[in-house]
Structure formats: structure tokens, C-alpha cells
């Protein structure tokens, strides 16, 4: 539905209505400021909408889970209400194992230990010492993000100023665990987890969340880090049980959307932005695909910045070292997804019964990654240019928690697929798209037999329907890899972490900025913030 709106004359137009460009225009909008948000879509949320892909089913056909959402937007934009709900499992992730054993991590640590104990007294003694570690490390990192990166080489003192708190936070660790800290960053998440556990289990379900999104293996360096910042929701793997909204993930967009029409913004859907208006050098509007033309002081994209430089700017319009360091981001797309829609709830080997426990744990999220040398195996074939025969899964069935998604009887189940490279070594994923869905189902029978017989409706979306669909270049749900060098002031090229553009009046607010991917909304907070000042100052100038 297109909103009534763009005959105004808007101080702020905000490229894309995915979750991070509606926290910025709401924040915008709520600072008194005039703005528009324009999305190609007609359905708001980006990666995060819900959509009715099947008759009866409201489906996330892009994330589903809401547990890395900042709290900080939630309080200010008082978006928690009857509109709003967050539901959440006992559960934090049920790992069903090739033998027919699981191992499920509950939000109740000594009911996981109980669980370990039955891999190992040795790691169920550990568990909570290295639940207390990550959680303190996952904290310092939760602190940055919600704070602008300084510029570097090159920075002004006041940039630094925030980030005081941080390093004093971090001596406030302490030598050894301050030390501890930095060298666990760039660790391989494999070797981190080898110096704490010896349940293959165990390493295999907390490993899996180090590489999820990223064309990496567990033991490349840097992807202990992708563990910590799942982890900055709290819990093991980041979610304090599996954190869903009622009605699917579109209802957040749509709560943001509502908070920011609420003060003053418009919101027009079903046609995308052309073109990035320039004069003297300066963004001052933009052209929408009608071919009409909207002006505003300020531009704000959400989309990834290689389209927002190269198709909505034009490289030409850059200059030569800037267009080269955007050329270099790697994307690299390599999870695809497949959607079922189920004429019951499946069955897994590892469950003995159709109790309510046994129903809690399917409720959280479902991993199919037995220990770390299967995801390495999976990740070598990636590397080569196929997708993995035996693939890591990220599964969750969200109409136990929430049965308003599908008729009654029926069941979702949404599958994160892993690794399923953008680049392939032979043909294109056209012609690849089908046996990718039968070596997925094939995967899943061995645990959950009988599944291939429920199947209702089902539709994969590889890397390149995630591009297509929803604007992610190659696939990447992260804008981005996120290796530690495209992290702070070097996301997303180095010199451009705080927002700004070399284009004056052009921003960005999209998962290609830090602190990066994930539904956290803390890139639109952060470019928000940093919008509002450029506009104030300007204010106060004249």
C-alpha cells in the first residue's frame, strides 16, 4: 500500500523500509524532523517481513529470530505493547545427534548441565564457568554497539569520548581476563572451544553459531567473535531461549512503522528509489522508479553499500581509491533458506515422546550439526564451489509457539541453510535450486524420518533469490561478511565508519555499517544519531 505523502517537502528521505531505515526514521521523526521512507517492496521489513507465500501461512521468509533486537529502541520508541509481543522458549537450542541422543541447552543452566552430563561430567562441570566468561566478554561487546566507531588514523578527540566507558570497562576486567579477551577474538571458534570442552555435541551446536552467515569454516580465525556477538543478547548462543514476535517478524516492522507515522513520517511502499540525486557534489534528493522526483536535505540508505555507491550514486561520481575499497567488501553470500509447510508436527528420532517438554525443544532453535568436523566438511565444499551435501541447519518451528501462522494442524518450519555459496564452481542456481531442496530434505530424514511425507507446500530461496528478493548483494544477510576486517571503523570501508558518505548529505543506517548484521536495529539507531546532530548543527549554524 503506497502512503499518501510525497507532494510534502521532507527534511529526511530514508532509501529501503527494512528494520534498520524504520528505527532511523523514527528516530527522525520523533527528533521533529520531516521524513519519508521509501520502499521497492510493498511489504515493510526487508530480511525481517512476513509474507503469505502459502495459502493460510504467514511465513518469515527472511530471519526469525528477534533476539539480538536492542532494548534501547524498544524503551525509547515504547514499541512493547498489545502491537508488539515477543514470545519466548524455555529452550535455547535442540541439537538431535546422528544416533539417535540430542542435547538441548535450556535457559535453566543446571537442567543443561543435567543434559551435558550425559556427554560428559567434565563439560557439564565447565558449562557454567564458560557461560560466566562469555557472558562477560559478549557484554564489553554489547557496549559498543550502540556507539559510533572514531575515525582512524585520523580523529578528533570528542569521537573517542563515548568509547571511554568501554575501555574502562575493560580494565575493569582485569589483566588476566582482559587478556583473555583480546585473545579470544580472533580466535577460531574451534580452538576456543577446544580449550573448554571434549563433547563433539556440544562443540558442534555452540561452533555452528560462530559461522552462521559466513563463508568460513570453525576453525578460521575471527569466528570466536561471531560467537561473543551472537552472544551480546544473552545466553550460550545468544537468545535467551529462541525470542519470536507473535504474528511473525513483519509485526516489528510494523510496530516501527506505526512509531514513526505516529510522529509525523510517511512511509511510501511498492516503488524503489532510481537514483541518488546530486548537486555541487551534494545529495539533495532522490528519483523514484515513476520517475518522479522527491528533495530533502538528507539521504539516508538502507540498502548495502555497494548498490547504494555503484547503482543508486554511480561510481563515476566517486572517487577512484573510495570506489576500488567498495569494490573490495566482501559479501559472499553462502546460506540459502527452505520453507515448509507441514500437514503436522515432525518427528524427530531423538524424541521418544509427545510430551510438552518434547515440545519445548523443537520450540527453540534446531541445529543439525553433529560436531566441528562436519561443519568444516560441509564449509570444503563450499569453498570449492558447491553447495554441502551434508549441510549445517538452522531450523525453528515457529507455529508451536505461535500456531496464528499456519491453519490449524498444520506447522512451519523455516530452515537456514549452510553452506550454499552465491559463486558456484559449475552451472548457476537455476539449475541448482532443486537439488539443493532434495539434499536438505535428504539431511533432515535421517533425523526426523518420515518428514518428506508431511510436506504441504515448500520453496527454497537460494543466495540469489535472497538477492533479488530482498536487495542482499550475493546473498549476504550480513551487507557484508563480517570478518574482523570489515568490523568498527572499517565497515564499511575504512574511513567511513560513522555513517557518512564522501557524497555530503548522503548516509548510511544498513547492516553494511557497524556494528553490522543480525535483526539488532543498532545501525539505524547509531546513523540516526549521527543524522540528527549533522541537522542540528546546521540549525544552530544559521
Not at 493460510?56 to 532494548?71: E, H, I, M, N
Not at 569454516?217 to 570466536?224: I, K
Not at 567473535?225 to 529462541?242: D, H, K, S, W
Not at 564449509?379 to 538452522?394: I, N, V
Request: glycine fraction near 10%; charge should be neutral.
Amino acid at each position: 500500500m503506497k502512503s499518501e505523502g510525497p507532494g510534502r517537502k521532507y527534511e529526511a528521505i530514508v532509501i529501503g523500509a527494512g528494520h534498520n531505515g524504520l528505527v532511523t526514521a523514527a528516530y527522525l521523526a520523533k527528533a521533529g524532523y520531516r521524513t519519508l521512507v521509501v520502499e521497492r517492496r510493498p511489504l515493510l521489513g526487508g530480511a525481517a517481513a512476513s509474507e503469505e507465500i502459502f495459502p493460510g501461512f504467514k511465513v518469515d521468509t527472511g530471519s526469525f529470530d528477534a533476539g539480538l533486537f536492542r532494548p534501547e529502541i524498544l524503551a525509547d520508541l515504547n514499541l512493547v505493547n498489545k502491537d508488539l509481543e515477543f514470545i519466548e522458549s524455555p529452550a535455547i537450542a535442540f541439537a538431535p545427534q546422528p544416533d539417535s541422543r540430542s542435547l538441548t541447552i535450556w535457559e535453566d543452566r543446571a537442567r543443561t548441565q543435567k543434559e551435558l552430563a550425559r556427554f560428559s561430567q567434565q563439560d557439564a562441570h565447565r558449562y557454567p564457568d564458560f557461560l560466566q566468561l562469555l557472558e562477560k566478554m559478549a557484554s564489553l561487546v554489547a557496549s559498543t554497539m550502540t556507539l559510533t566507531p572514531p575515525t582512524i588514523p585520523e580523529y578528533r578527540f570528542a569521537e573517542l569520548i563515548p568509547w571511554l566507558k568501554v575501555a574502562l570497562k575493560l580494565k575493569r576486567f582485569g589483566k588476566q581476563e582482559m587478556m583473555e579477551f583480546l585473545r579470544v577474538v580472533p580466535m577460531p571458534v574451534a580452538d576456543f572451544l577446544d580449550e573448554w570442552f571434549e563433547s563433539p555435541a556440544l562443540k558442534g551446536l555452540l561452533g555452528s553459531v560462530g559461522v552462521l552467515g559466513s563463508l568460513q569454516g570453525p576453525r578460521a580465525s575471527g569466528t570466536a567473535f561471531m560467537l561473543l556477538y551472537q552472544a551480546t543478547a544473552g545466553g550460550v548462543i545468544g537468545y535467551r531461549g529462541r525470542r519470536s514476535v507473535r504474528g511473525g517478524m513483519g509485526q516489528l516492522a510494523e510496530a516501527l512503522a506505526a512509531a514513526a507515522r505516529r510522529r509525523g513520517a510517511d512511509i511510501l511502499t511498492g516503488t524503489g528509489v532510481n537514483q541518488i540525486v546530486l548537486q555541487n557534489e551534494r545529495a539533495v534528493g532522490v528519483t523514484l522508479e515513476t520517475g518522479e522526483q522527491i528533495s530533502a536535505r538528507v539521504i539516508i540508505s538502507n540498502s548495502n553499500p555497494r548498490h547504494t555507491f555503484f547503482d543508486l550514486v554511480g561510481a563515476d561520481k566517486l572517487e577512484v581509491q573510495f570506489v576500488r575499497e567498495v569494490k573490495n567488501i566482501r559479501y559472499r553470500g553462502c546460506l540459502a533458506r527452505l520453507i515448509l509447510a507441514l500437514d503436522g508436527l515432525p518427528r524427530f528420532k531423538a524424541l521418544t515422546s509427545e510430551t510438552s517438554e518434547e515440545s519445548q525443544r523443537l520450540s527453540s532453535r534446531i541445529t543439525i550439526c553433529p560436531d566441528l568436523d562436519y561443519l568444516e566438511r560441509a564449509y570444503d565444499e563450499a569453498k570449492y564451489g558447491s553447495f554441502s551435501r551434508q549441510p549445517y541447519l538452522d531450523i525453528a518451528i515457529p507455529t508451536i509457539l505461535d500456531p496464528s501462522l499456519a491453519p490449524p494442524g498444520k506447522h512451519l518450519m523455516l530452515i537456514n541453510i549452510q553452506y550454499a555459496p552465491y559463486h558456484l564452481a559449475e552451472g548457476d542456481w537455476t539449475q541448482q535450486q532443486e537439488a539443493l531442496g532434495k539434499a536438505v530434505i535428504e539431511a533432515l530424514e535421517a533425523y526426523a524420518p518420515g518428514i518428506r511425507d508431511l510436506i504441504i507446500h515448500s520453496l527454497v530461496l537460494t543466495p540469489l533469490d535472497l538477492e533479488k528478493r530482498f536487495g542482499l548483494r550475493e546473498g549476504c544477510i550480513f551487507h557484508g561478511q563480517m570478518g574482523l576486517d570489515q568490523l568498527l571503523f572499517m565497515r564499511p570501508v575504512p574511513g567511513y565508519g560513522r555513517y557518512r558518505t564522501p557524497i555530503e548529505n548522503l548516509f548510511l543506517c544498513g547492516a553494511g555499517t557497524h556494528p553490522g548484521g543480525g535483526v539488532t536495529g543498532a545501525p539505524g539507531y547509531n546513523a540516526a544519531r549521527e543524522v540528527i546532530r549533522d541537522l542540528k548543527s546546521r540549525r544552530d549554524d544559521r
